[in-house]
């Protein structure tokens, strides 16, 4: 049974540049949400696709989007990159999107110079 | 709005000692409350987890936490620590089935060091 996947594993970007990081949900799994963790704190919630739709964001500005496709994965696009984007991307999936529990992958590692 | 607070960033422990990390909650429902542990440079692998029912829950390696309402907490414990249970601890709250969606919201995470 393959858990949640995430490519790639490690990313180096510049300032000002555009950034996809995907995710590939447990099987069976309907529900993808996006999480960043930066240095030494805890994980911050970014968003929640579910039917392709975004159903829940958290205090994220514009500059970060996603899609779903119809097979449930899902993109997390981050526009005009900060330094302060660099940290570890996670993505969680759930059978559900009301409170279900989340699986995590292994997460994306980006870094902003 | 939900917060959750873990008040030690470190805890070193002795092989074989107990441990208990610490969590508090702030909800207005009832929640749904998660343990987290985290690896360096990995995922988070879910421990155990509340939604309802009896108030001690057990999960995977060894663990158990206990939800107590009328405290806002939800302390994770185990009695015997081995070293490979050195990694990072998160304690998490959810909506749950409210309407609230999926959103997860952490605490700092509490950094466990265990000597041999």
């Known amino acids: 049974d393959a858990g949640v996947t995430q490519s790639p594993t490690h990313l180096i970007k510049t300032r000002g540049q555009q950034v996809t990081l995907r995710c590939s949900p447990k099987s069976g799994h309907d529900t993808v949400s996006w999480y960043q963790q930066a240095l030494g704190q805890g994980p911050q919630f970014i968003f929640q696709?579910?039917?392709?739709?975004?159903?829940q964001r958290g205090n994220f500005p514009d500059r970060f989007s996603g899609h779903q496709f119809p097979n449930y994965s899902s993109e997390l696009n981050v526009n005009a990159l900060l330094l302060g984007d660099s940290a570890l991307y996670l993505c969680?999936?759930?059978?559900?999107?009301?409170?279900?529990?989340?699986?995590f992958g292994p997460g994306t590692r980006l870094l902003v110079l | 709005a939900q917060s959750v607070t873990q008040p030690d960033i470190h805890i070193t422990v002795s092989e074989g000692a107990s441990l208990e990390l610490r969590c508090n909650y702030s909800y207005g429902a009832t929640p749904y409350l998660f343990w987290y542990v985290q690896s360096p440079g990995q995922g988070l692998q879910l421990l155990l987890k509340y939604f309802s029912g009896d108030t001690l829950v057990q999960g995977i390696k060894g663990f158990e936490a206990e939800f107590k309402r009328s405290q806002s907490s939800f302390n994770l414990r185990k009695p015997s620590v081995h070293w490979s249970d050195a990694a990072e601890y998160f304690c998490a709250v959810g909506a749950g089935l409210t309407g609230g969606g999926n959103k997860l919201t952490f605490g700092t995470g509490t950094q466990l060091k265990v000597e041999l």
């Open positions: 969680a999936s759930s059978l559900g999107h009301q409170g279900e529990t989340q699986y």
């Open positions: 696709y579910y039917e392709e739709e975004e159903r």
